[in-house]
């Protein structure tokens, strides 16, 4: 009797174990759940720092631009404050003059387009169709501001280059990692790109991409509410850093 019920224990404890490690099948659920059908409104936020060179020739930039994003039933629309545009102008008439002179504010707005808006406010679909095209390469338990989380980890095949690009990539590695909480629903993610290669037969060249993300589920809605990208590259004598931080906040 004490034999079997000892049996019995085991297999419910190692039922519930592995109920508990199919987390790429608990946030793909969650991901399709979340359909992003009701209206919002939020404020976008870019902040942008680049350096480009070294030395005596290094060249600074940063910047910072607002954009005010509403989706309802007509679909995406964005807003640019007056203010907002008064620096564009302001910039691009000095530019007009000078060649050399810094645009802070529209790099700023360039490094947010329709597909990273999307992705920003409504971050399930692009998650999915990642999560779905990448080898799922194991889950760990970890925790998130305190509390306790899964981490799921992919790893993306080179195949995700174009030909152009898997032509002068010699080596490739793309990492992502995914926080989700008991239910599945992504808390955070991490990717990491590194590509190095050589073209034109004599330049060489190094990059490493990485994006630090911030989830929140708002409804049936799940936002990117912080991005951190950095992106750190050498080639053809030349080195670049760049930092991009994206916020979003929801509005009235």
């Known amino acids: ?25 608990d946030m793909k659920s ?37 954009v005010a994003v ?9 807003t640019y404050s007056k203010a907002t545009l008064a620096r564009v102008d302001a910039e691009m008439r000095v530019r007009s003059k000078n060649p050399n002179s810094k645009t802070p504010t529209v790099t700023a707005l360039l490094e947010v387009d329709v597909r990273d808006l999307m992705g920003l406010t409504s971050a399930a679909p692009a998650l999915l169709r990642r999560v779905e095209r990448d080898a799922f390469k194991g889950e760990r338990s970890d925790t998130w501001q305190g509390k306790p989380a899964r981490v799921l980890t992919f790893e993306a095949p080179i195949s995700t280059l174009s030909d152009r690009e898997r032509k002068y990539a010699k080596k490739f590695l793309s990492v992502l990692e995914v926080w989700i909480n008991a239910d599945g629903m992504p808390l955070a993610s991490r990717g990491r790109v590194t590509v190095s290669g050589r073209a034109f037969v004599v330049v060489s060249f190094d990059s490493v991409h990485q994006e630090d993300s911030v989830y929140s589920a708002v409804g049936d809605r799940l936002l990117m509410v912080r991005k951190e990208a950095s992106d750190n590259s050498s080639g053809a004598g030349e080195r670049e850093e760049r930092k991009v931080v994206t916020t979003v906040q929801l509005q009235p």
Do not use: H, N, W
């Open 1 to 25: 009797m004490m034999r079997a019920a000892t049996c019995a224990a085991v297999l419910l404890m190692l039922a519930a174990g592995a109920a508990r490690a199919d987390g790429l099948a």
């Open 30 to 66: 969650a991901l399709s759940r979340a359909a992003a059908s009701s209206p919002f409104k939020a404020l976008v936020d870019t902040r942008i720092t680049r350096k480009l060179g070294e030395g005596k020739d290094t060249d600074d930039e940063s910047g910072q631009a607002s």
């Open 70 to 78: 509403e989706e309802s039933a007509r679909g995406l629309g964005l």
